[in-house]
């Protein structure tokens, strides 16, 4: 039976590429017969890195059969899964985030989880002399995924490991960093033709907080304005959101690559009272500016509480 590989749902560039490149490595050095699949639309960052590398699509795919054969990536939280991930034959996990909880196996599986950046990275580490069989296209995906978790470095989650695997990669590409993760992020920032609610989704995670079911949602973005000029829309749409996924509250932050800044937009008093105890700031207003914060993984849901 052929190993479905994916990653999380609301699939962004690492969690899009990351599932094709240990495909490749699954069929063409491990000889298994692997297949890359999304559980939903890539944002359009990744939909820009399929397209500049010439690379298949993979499908969407939302509902497996009972005792597929899986490997996950770049997620280990079941909310992010598909409903019936634990009636899965899970066989590996690989991984960057904090171990959340509630998956359960057939059996002893392979898991790496790293404190890395990127999924991709580690994927890197994984394949060890085999990586050098990676063909272009690969290590374009493997570069694209590593440029967009860091912010091209920018994010506290980075490493001296992501950067020198990444450095690598552009160098054996013959591509130059900087213009090319202004390609990356020029289209993550393209985001006008999506719906308050598509957006609201779009780079997003759930998580319980102090008793509170959140929707974390992240917009990183080079042109913060063309988001913010809709926040009342944005903050109207947040009530069916919540409704519609179970969860109490969305919370937006709109990441700044350039500034190196996030806004939160402050709906009501839970998401001020939750930004003051949680970020040290006093919010007076709709949003709130709070400098410095540009990772959902390692600053904002360890801080959050009420």
């Known amino acids: ?15 899009t590429g990351s599932p094709i490149i240990w495909a490749w490595y699954l069929n063409e050095v491990r000889g298994q017969k692997a297949e890359a699949v999304l559980l939903g639309e890539p944002n359009t960052e990744a939909a820009f890195v399929i397209q500049h590398w010439d690379c298949p699509k993979p499908r969407i795919v939302t509902e497996f059969a009972d005792g597929t054969p899986v490997v996950i990536v770049d997620t280990n939280n079941p909310q992010e899964l598909p409903a019936n991930v634990n009636a899965l034959d899970i066989t590996a996990i690989i991984d960057h985030h904090k171990l959340v909880g509630g998956l359960e196996t057939k059996g002893p599986i392979d898991i790496t989880v790293r404190p890395l950046a990127c999924t991709a990275t580690i994927m890197h580490d994984l394949m060890g002399t085999d990586a050098a069989k990676m063909p272009k296209w690969v290590k ?12 091209e ?22 591509i130059n960093v900087t213009d090319y993760a202004a390609k990356l992020f020029e289209a993550k920032s393209d985001v006008g033709a ?3 609610a598509d957006l609201l989704r779009m780079d997003s995670k759930e998580y319980n907080v102090a008793g509170k079911e959140l929707r974390v949602s ?9 988001i913010l ?8 749409s947040m009530v069916g959101v919540a409704k519609e996924d179970g969860a109490d509250q969305v919370l937006l932050f709109v990441i700044d690559i350039l500034k190196e800044e996030a806004t939160l937009l402050v709906p009501n008093d839970l998401v001020r009272q939750m930004a003051e105890a949680s970020f040290g700031v006093k919010v007076t207003g709709d949003t709130v500016v709070i400098p410095g914060l540009m990772s959902r993984k390692k600053q904002i849901i360890p801080a959050l509480k009420l």
């Open 218 to 226: 992240v917009l990183e973005t080079t042109a913060p304005k063309v």
């Open 229 to 236: 000029d809709r926040k009342a829309s944005l903050m109207a």
């Open 194 to 196: 999506f719906s308050d």
């Open 1 to 15: 039976m052929t190993i479905k590989v994916f990653g999380h749902k609301s699939p962004d560039t690492d969690s």
């Open 153 to 174: 470095f920018r994010s506290p989650t980075t490493t001296a490991h992501d950067r020198a695997v990444a450095e690598a990669l552009a160098k054996d590409l013959g």
């Open 140 to 151: 374009g995906l493997m570069l694209s995924c590593i440029l967009s978790d860091t912010l």
